[in-house]
């Protein structure tokens, strides 16, 4: 009788070990695939964060009145306040949001707990009757992953001139022409400098708003 052909044992073997690595091909190439697929939606969504956390800045810092945050030891208005982790002022919420008038707005730099910071915002509601602010809401998270930064502030000096930029705002009795955001993001980049000229004149008087206030400080117009 003929012997019946078949496989042998080695044969067998060299092509489950074939196969084998023909597989793993595949998983590598669909793990780098998944991979790129899911970097670029983090970087597309880090760019939407980027992009409406500085329309949200540029806006409200814009809109910003001369209206009370708090007053000194003497009973005198403070209007402004900022460091380079935080800033208190008074703006007007977008939209619906501002049907309850002028809100006291906090935006900081806070820890996230793993090496990080994010930049937060609180509100609060403003009492017509002079008592202390309301919160309103939760504390709102504008970016995160972030690796460092902060706020600075200029004003004009005696002379009306362009004063040195500064990281606080010591003189919370006026309001600072310019205010600058810097940040860099845990991939290293450094997102889009924000510089916001605000619109508004502490000496105006307390909730008188001035829209050429910020640029005649700057020199931009007279």
Not at 49 to 74: G, K, M, N, W, Y
Not at 120 to 149: K, M, N, Y
Request: no cysteine; charged share 20%.
């Amino acid at each position: 009788m003929k012997r019946m052909a078949g496989f042998t044992l080695l044969e067998v073997l060299g092509a489950l070990v074939l196969l084998a690595l023909l597989l793993l091909g595949v998983y590598s190439g669909i793990h780098t695939a998944t991979h790129t697929v899911r970097v670029g939606e983090a970087r597309i969504g880090q760019f939407d964060q980027v992009s409406s956390t500085q329309h949200f800045l540029r806006r409200e810092l814009a809109q910003a009145l001369a209206q009370p945050i708090a007053h000194d030891s003497q009973g005198r208005p403070l209007f402004f306040s900022g460091d380079a982790h935080k800033m208190r002022f008074v703006a007007p919420l977008p939209g619906y949001l501002g049907r309850l008038g002028p809100q006291l707005q906090q935006i900081e730099l806070v820890s996230d707990g793993h090496g990080g910071e994010r930049l937060e915002a609180r509100f609060a509601i403003l009492p017509p009757d002079g008592s202390a602010p309301r919160p309103l809401g939760d504390t709102q998270v504008l970016l995160d992953g972030i690796r460092g930064g902060g706020f600075a502030y200029r004003g004009v000096d005696r002379n009306g001139k362009p004063a040195a930029w500064r990281s606080d705002w010591p003189d919370g009795h006026r309001m600072p022409a310019l205010v600058v955001l810097r940040l860099k993001l845990d991939d290293g980049r450094d997102w889009p400098r924000l510089d916001v000229p605000l619109r508004v004149s502490a000496l105006a008087g307390v909730g008188v708003t001035d829209p050429l206030g910020g640029l005649r400080a700057q020199g931009v117009v007279r």
